[in-house]
């Protein structure tokens, strides 16, 4: 098996995954079908988590910034 790596945006990735709810599909590739699907759900997954995560850490780092300067105002008085 042949495995390509594709550079999709989350709003792309989001309508490849909504899309695949609409098509009908029988026999065989209805599991091809929904092992997409899968597939497509776990990356959107991995991305939402991804996101949270860098969120996260930029608060973080903005929380810390913040309170440097706080000390350093505070020094100054």
């Known amino acids: 098996m042949n495995l390509f790596s594709l ?10 995954r ?18 997409l699907q899968l597939k497509l759900e776990h990356e959107l ?16 780092t903005l929380q810390q910034i913040l309170e440097t300067e706080e000390v350093k105002l505070t020094r100054k008085k």
């Open 7 to 16: 550079d999709f945006t989350h709003s792309e990735l989001n309508f490849l």
């Open 45 to 60: 997954e991995e991305i939402t988590r991804i996101i949270k995560e860098e969120e996260q850490n930029k608060n973080v």
């Open 18 to 35: 909504q899309s695949l709810e609409t098509v009908n599909i029988q026999g065989k590739d209805a599991k091809f079908c929904a092992n």
